[in-house]
């Protein structure tokens, strides 16, 4: 550049044919474009774009999780962005665009220079505002692609030139995606990388957000609408100005009848009407089907990923929020949506129930030991501390402090139960044995807590965290008006309380889990981990929690299989006692179960009798019989429960303890479901799964959802137990389904746990229901049985399903034929009667609460 201004400078200086005054002028004139014109083209080609990013355009493109019939019903994003193909193209949304936005888009290599003639001339000349816009598709691609700096703080001139060099930058940019793209792949790229606000990316996000379709579904006024957001979509949002909308959305309708697309009656009906913003809806995590299940996949995901070290062809791991993944599961949303009802409609019913069990009660204090009541009311505040109310307090009294103690002492815990226990510490009210023994403390920042304590920082903190817990009880113990949770439609109400009282409130509703598996395949046909999402975020299908009676079905297969305990042989209903001196069972007091009842009848109870009126007594005897607790260890193994998992606490989630025969053993319902399949495959456990494939952007399948398989039951003893099950929901206890179904409840001490577990041909369904906290409870075991708390639920499933002849589920199934033997090992005189009659021993209780329960339903 230097020696094309000397060679100007010589031309000027040769030449006599100009005045000096007019030579100087028009030389600083042709100076100043020159520099101008090379400053532009310097910023201008300054952060070009490479070649590679031009061919491979990155932009955030949302994950989408499809059900077992390919309809999707959820997606994890940064960005909500559904890619489509410009073959996917709504023709509206096309012609929309063509002549609002481009009419020459075909014609032109990137830059329309007409239009660029047209608006200069409009905009200098005739100093026309509504000139409109030179930049083609092409170009608007390229600033979506290829952000401009940012200019704000710049001065006047440099903004200018800054302008100008983007400008420059976007040109070349278009004429490149020109030359490395088809025009229908330009097009497409553009719709799908605009942001259309409100948290729509791209053009089939936006139409599922503003009118609640698939963007291929959009009416003309529709696709005239969202070509109309493309020039502002702020200025121009139908939510936030309707009516500066609907007169941009006229004019593309306008644009739409000048060029053809529709005629001047479509025109003038179109255009007289509002916008329809009836389906719009920004969905959260907790809104739509299957949230639980939604929640626990991407836990899944990032498990299998890192497991299976399943990565990108660059060695860059997989980023569900962005690489625009298809993950197809076994969901089946019908089966999801009864489930959901099932759990909504029965649990409605409990809680009515439990409000009147607990009236003028406090759960917190009711007939328990000042331990209890210490105990509770810590946990309680705990709960209140870890609400989002607690925490915007804590940021604004500690926030400084932690930032200080975190750049002193990185890494650092530094929850309020530190605070506590190091003041008490300093206090000399416990020690740092006692500190780090209650796990308040970790040993290994004993020394960095001790050097904290000891700095001159400590008052400091001491000081705003007793503000903070001043400004915490006053705040908690003030009225405001909220919103709860609510057994009505909009699952929630508007009611003044205090913020104490609104955990307390939340805390005192009765939760529940429930899934659905295929036995044959494994696959989970419905997830319910709760009633509402936004309000219980705890998934209660994969919490540990005692199961109960439920597991006594493992118990009687071992006792047949591994003792050749004969199904109709009988035992006493008296009280058994394993001591510590029995071999096998490593006791260290004596251990004397009784009955759900507290009491035993004497009388003699088959295999087929102990299951239905499942009584401690006789499982008790069994497991004696066995002379220990492994065969009943190994056989939950081969069902998919791992038996030497050790929990945090160090503890085995499966003890070798005898009293895991009764169900006292926390496990989850992913677990159970998985278990209890076996019996409706013949005895083969197939590992539940809820992913079957999921593929890259570019369709390629990453990973394939295969279950493992193990033969775990005898079929023969699986074909008597299914036979007990059956038993166990027929006669007196039959469940009113058209479904071929055994099942087992289950009732936890104290009645904190209500389980059921129901085995048809073609599904295992299993149901959990309780208090996340166990005092949430009622108080007798006629109201807080599983056979009233759980069992109901899976009976409503199986209608819901059964009259619905579209959802594929086939009531009429059978269960498999039995092997030989079986008809003789089952050959009991009366084994479905007892004497004396079953209707002798129910409790009066008992029997009125189910007369009570089947009037209900």
């Avoid at 309809?71 to 994890?76: D, E, L, Q, S």
């Avoid at 579904?217 to 500066?244: C, Q």
């Avoid at 439609?489 to 509703?509: F, N, Q, Y």
């Avoid at 456990?685 to 990453?702: A, L, T, W």
Wanted: glycine share 8%.
């Amino acid at each position: 550049m230097t020696s094309f201004l000397n060679f100007i400078k010589q031309l000027f200086n040769t030449s006599g044919r100009f005045g000096g005054y007019t030579r100087k002028l028009i030389y600083a004139v042709t100076t100043g474009s020159i520099v101008l014109i090379g400053v532009i083209f310097t910023t201008g080609f300054s952060g070009m774009p490479e070649f590679q990013e031009l061919e491979n355009p990155r932009y955030d493109l949302a994950s989408v999780i499809y059900d077992v019939k390919g309809v999707p019903f959820g997606r994890y994003y940064i960005e909500d962005r559904i890619s489509v193909d410009y073959d996917q193209l709504s023709p509206n949304v096309k012609n929309a665009l063509l002549v609002t936005e481009d009419d020459r888009f075909y014609s032109h290599s990137g830059i329309d220079f007409p239009a660029l003639f047209r608006v200069g001339f409009k905009t200098i000349i005739l100093r026309q505002e509504s000139a409109g816009g030179g930049s083609t598709i092409t170009q608007q691609l390229s600033k979506l692609l290829f952000k401009r700096p940012d200019m704000r703080k710049m001065n006047p001139v440099k903004k200018t030139l800054t302008l100008m060099g983007a400008k420059v930058r976007e040109w070349f940019t278009a004429v490149r995606l020109e030359r490395a793209y088809t025009k229908e792949e330009i097009m497409a790229m553009y719709l799908n990388k605009f942001e259309f606000i409100n948290g729509a990316h791209g053009i089939e996000a936006a139409a599922q957000i503003y009118f609640n379709k698939n963007q291929d579904s959009l009416s003309v006024s529709e696709a005239a609408t969202l070509v109309g957001m493309l020039k502002n979509p702020s200025l121009y949002n139908p939510k936030r100005f309707p009516d500066k909308c609907r007169d941009r959305r006229n004019i593309v309708l306008g644009l739409m009848e000048d060029a053809g697309h529709i005629d001047k009656a479509a025109l003038d009906s179109l255009t007289l009407r509002d916008i329809d913003m009836s389906g719009f809806s920004r969905k959260t995590q907790s809104e739509g089907p299957a949230p639980y299940f939604r929640s626990e996949l991407t836990k899944f995901l990032k498990d299998i990923f890192t497991k299976q070290n399943i990565k990108k062809a660059d060695g860059s791991e997989y980023n569900v929020y962005t690489d625009g993944l298809k993950i197809y599961t076994t969901i089946d949303l019908t089966y999801q949506k009864y489930a959901e009802e099932a759990i909504w409609e029965h649990m409605k019913w409990n809680q009515e129930r439990f409000w009147k069990v607990w009236k003028n009660k406090d759960p917190w204090t009711f007939e328990t030991d000042d331990y209890q009541k210490k105990l509770r009311a810590s946990i309680l505040e705990g709960q209140c501390k870890s609400s989002d109310r607690y925490l915007a307090l804590r940021n604004k009294y500690l926030g400084d402090i932690l930032k200080e103690v975190e750049s002193k002492f990185a890494g650092l815990p530094f929850s309020d139960n530190v605070i506590k226990a190091l003041d008490s510490i300093r206090n000399n009210q416990i020690s740092w044995h006692q500190a780090t023994e209650r796990e308040h403390i970790e040993v290994a920042y004993t020394d960095k807590y001790q050097r904290l304590s000891a700095s001159d920082m400590w008052p400091g903190i001491i000081k705003k965290y007793n503000e903070l817990q001043d400004i915490f009880r006053k705040e908690f113990d003030t009225p405001v008006k909220m919103k709860v949770f609510d057994y009505n439609s909009g699952g929630e109400k508007e009611a003044e309380m205090t913020p104490l009282d609104s955990v307390r409130w939340h805390k005192m509703h009765l939760q529940a889990g429930m899934l659905a598996v295929e036995p044959a395949t494994g696959h989970v046909k419905a997830w319910v981990g709760g009633q509402n999402h936004k309000y219980f975020k705890y998934d209660h299908a994969t919490m540990r929690r005692s199961v109960g009676s439920t597991m006594k079905p493992f118990v009687y297969t071992q006792a047949m299989a591994v003792a050749n305990i004969a199904p109709c042989e009988e035992f006493d209903d008296i009280q058994y006692t394993i001591a510590p001196g029995d071999a096998g069972f490593d006791l260290i007091e004596e251990w004397s179960p009784a009955n759900a009842t507290e009491e035993f009848t004497g009388n003699k109870y088959n295999l087929f009798h102990g299951l239905l009126y499942s009584k401690n007594s006789i499982t008790v005897k069994l497991l004696k019989e066995m002379g220990t607790i492994e065969p009943v260890r190994n056989l939950l193994s081969n069902l998919g429960i791992d038996k030497n998992l050790r929990l945090p606490n160090g503890k085995l989630a499966v003890p070798k303890l005898p009293s895991i025969c009764l169900g006292a053993v926390d496990l989850t319902l992913l677990e159970m479901a998985g278990a209890y399949s076996a019996f409706g495959n013949n005895g083969t456990f197939v590992q539940p799964v809820f992913v079957s494939r999921i593929e890259d952007k570019n369709g390629k399948v990453i990973y394939q959802g295969t279950p493992a398989r193990k033969s775990a039951i005898n079929p023969l003893y699986n074909a008597v137990m299914v036979e007990m099950l059956k038993n166990n929901v027929s006669g007196l206890f039959k469940m009113n389904v058209k479904s071929k179904i055994g099942g087992k409840t289950g009732t936890t001490n104290d009645y904190s746990d209500g389980w059921f577990m129901g085995v048809t041909p073609t599904l295992v369904s299993g149901v959990w229901t309780g208090g996340d906290d166990k005092w949430i409870r009622f108080l007798t075991l006629d109201d807080g049985q599983g056979y009233i708390m759980a069992r109901p639920i899976v009976e409503i499933f199986l209608q819901k399903l059964e009259k619905d002849a579209s959802c594929g589920y086939d009531y009429k199934a059978d269960f498999p034929a039995p092997p030989s033997g079986f008809h003789e090992l089952i050959d009991c005189a009366q084994f479905k009667t007892i004497r004396p009659s079953a209707e002798r021993y129910m409790h009066k209780k008992e029997k009125e609460k189910k007369e009570e329960f089947d009037d209900e339903f």
